[in-house]
């Protein structure tokens, strides 16, 4: 199946800075990208659908200044994390969509905020 | 986002049982219910999908079952190993692929 990757697989950072996580579609042309986010022991709640070229919508509660969300091709969205704290260490994982008719999963990125 | 309920929370089952997990979900609007598999660390891997004019869809030891006027559907793995130990959630989704999660159930499969 298609792969999807994310970089970085993990990262630490301290309070009040930004963290920027790359979500690519290897092999196909992914039209749409979600991002989710995951606690610990919890399900993935989506943050917000992206389209190619087009603005990110945001699920209810989701800050769009603080998770900012950047899908410039077909196989490259990015989430960055503004002024990031320890509430926001969590594992995001994102999702792309597209030919041929399916969605892929990427593996996850570990965000811990000092 | 509550919009797919799953239950149990937690699943423990002896090798060569039988896994049984459960959804029901609310929004008629969803035509494709995937489940998906996760290790700690790892990303949600899709195991077995259907799509509500089937009422089962069986891939090896993974059946789903769907009862679309009852609006629930569940997971069944037979012959459980060790190795199927890991969450598993159920998984509700749009024509736009936008995917709803249920809760989650973690599964232990007793050696």
């Known amino acids: 199946g298609a792969v999807v990757s994310q970089h970085p697989s993990w990262v630490i950072c301290k309070s009040g800075t930004s963290v920027k996580i790359e979500c690519r579609s290897l092999?196909?042309?992914?039209?749409?990208m979600f991002w989710y986010r995951q606690f610990p022991k919890q399900s993935l709640m989506l943050m917000a659908t992206?389209?190619?070229?087009?603005?990110?919508?945001?699920e209810q509660g989701v800050e769009k200044d603080k998770f900012l969300i950047n899908h410039a091709s077909l196989t490259l969205s990015t989430l960055t994390v503004t002024s990031a704290h320890p509430e926001d260490s969590s594992f995001y994982i994102c999702?792309?969509?597209?030919?041929?008719?399916?969605?892929?999963f990427g593996p996850g990125t570990r965000l811990t905020v000092l | 986002q509550q919009q797919v309920k799953q239950s149990p929370q937690s699943l423990i089952v002896q090798k060569g049982g039988i896994s049984i997990i459960n959804c029901a979900y609310e929004n008629t609007a969803f035509d494709y219910f995937p489940w998906y598999q996760q290790f700690p660390g790892k990303g949600p891997a899709l195991l077995i999908a259907?799509?509500?004019?089937?009422s089962e869809k069986k891939e090896g030891r993974f059946t789903i079952s769907f009862n679309k006027s009852a609006k629930q559907f569940s997971l069944h793995i037979m012959d459980s190993q060790p190795g199927d130990s890991a969450t598993y959630f159920c998984?509700?989704?749009?024509?736009?692929?936008?995917?709803?999660f249920g809760a989650g159930t973690r599964l232990f499969v007793k050696a």
């Open positions: 259907i799509r509500p004019d089937v």
């Open positions: 992206s389209n190619e070229g087009s603005k990110a919508t945001y």
């Open positions: 092999d196909f042309q992914a039209t749409t």
């Open positions: 998984a509700a989704r749009t024509g736009g692929f936008k995917t709803i």
């Open positions: 999702s792309a969509a597209g030919a041929p008719n399916e969605q892929f």
